[in-house]
């Protein structure tokens, strides 16, 4: 079993930055699949990126352009720098990883709001 905690979480304003971190419990590796979700107050979870074992990352719409996720190092495989947020961007986010060999794991999430 792997944990992952996600840190980096906090009160920002609107067009300001934010880092978010992923941290495991003990060395992750052959990651296929490592993404970021959130979950805003009354709304499902949803992608919004994801980077595959190439380096190909991939966005969702609403955080193209603004957000940067990035690949770390087997105890903190998956980084999402956040520029320019919104108070749209305010949620709930988790990390997720994923390996052919131990299935998928996620975090237990890290709150952004985002206020002036």
């Known amino acids: 079993q792997v944990q992952l905690v996600e840190s980096g979480g906090g009160l920002v304003q609107p067009g300001g930055s934010l880092t978010l971190s992923c941290a495991a419990s003990r060395s992750t590796f052959n990651l296929r699949f490592m993404a970021w979700y959130r979950q805003a107050p009354g709304e499902k979870r949803k992608l919004i990126a994801s980077?595959?074992?190439?380096?190909?990352?991939d966005y969702a719409d609403s955080v193209k352009g603004r957000f940067t996720i990035s690949r770390g190092d087997a105890k903190n495989p998956v980084y999402l720098q956040m520029n320019n947020v919104n108070v749209e961007d305010t949620a709930v986010y988790y990390c997720?990883?994923?390996?052919?060999?131990?299935?998928?794991?996620w975090g237990q999430g890290t709150q952004v709001t985002v206020s002036s």
């Open positions: 997720f990883v994923y390996s052919e060999e131990e299935g998928d794991y």
């Open positions: 980077i595959d074992g190439g380096g190909q990352p």
